[in-house]
């Protein structure tokens, strides 16, 4: 079944050609960065996107590619704030153990518009309806509570209210966003940037826990959409992030850069 995506038809109808070409981008955290990456490969080989999605990390991606930046641009406002505290503030555990408004501000201020509907590109960012326990997503509204909401890992983050009701990440049920737009475009590229790490080793922590329980329940849930794609990028060699780990991006860009161009020399030659 299609979930209904808010102000995405409206958004669709505004372009004078109906989208081709679409991109799903995954969650990750750190890992996320490769989806940089990605898009100097995508550049590099003149495919421009219609329509893309995004989930958690992939929702930041998403919003500030479509609004304009460059990926350089993403890389340089990454780069001046590259430890957890500049996003993030310890707080009294009550719905999490981390606000995200220091990183509200700083999205807010890499952000030429305030609004989905005002990006270039059609955008659709996903969550997790807490409520109802659903996927949804949105193409139309303000970007920042949104764009946190999708990227609110329970216990690490509490949920974002919006008008009344609580979202939380939405790799909670759909961590590759596929479902969002696929009947929307002709040829849909799916970002995997989060693949398992099987060298895990436990720590007797209450956050390596849940990033740990999150990363296999983000992991069995991508099957679908993965399989509704018609190209996959995975970026294997992203396992060894931490969802935490903001020194990464050098690395992660050049891992995303490099399988996005096998990917896309493949599905050219197609």
């Known amino acids: 079944m299609q979930l209904k995506i808010d102000g995405l038809l409206e958004r669709i109808g505004l372009n004078p050609k109906p989208p081709r070409i679409g991109f799903a981008f995954s969650g990750g955290g750190a890992k996320g960065f490769t989806h940089i990456g990605a898009m100097m490969a995508f550049e590099k080989f003149g495919v421009s996107a219609d329509i893309i999605s995004g989930v958690s990390a992939g929702s930041i991606a998403a919003v500030l590619y479509a609004a304009g930046l460059s990926p350089q641009d993403i890389i340089d406002c990454f780069q001046e704030y590259d430890e957890f505290s500049n996003y993030t503030q310890l707080t009294i555990p009550k719905t999490g153990l981390f606000k995200l408004d220091r990183f509200a501000k700083l999205l807010d201020s890499w952000l030429p518009v305030k609004h989905l509907e005002d990006l270039r590109i059609p955008t659709v960012v996903c969550a997790t309806d807490l409520d109802a326990g659903k996927s949804v997503g949105w193409s139309k509204g303000e970007i920042i509570p949104r764009v946190l909401a999708s990227c609110s890992i329970p216990i690490i983050f509490p949920p974002v209210e919006i008008n009344g009701v609580k979202y939380v990440d939405g790799g909670v049920l759909r961590n590759l966003p596929a479902w969002a737009i696929r009947k929307h475009c002709k040829i849909l590229y799916g ?80």
Request: charged share 20%.
């Open 191 to 270: 970002l995997n940037c989060s693949p398992l790490n099987r060298n895990y080793k436990y720590k007797d922590t209450l956050l390596d826990i849940t990033l740990r329980t999150y990363n296999l329940m983000s992991k069995a849930n991508t099957l679908q959409d993965l399989n509704i794609c018609d190209f996959v990028v995975r970026t294997s060699g992203s396992a060894r992030f931490g969802t935490f780990d903001l020194h990464a991006l050098q690395k992660a860009v050049k891992i995303g850069y490099d399988a996005t161009c096998k990917v896309l020399e493949l599905s050219i030659k197609s």
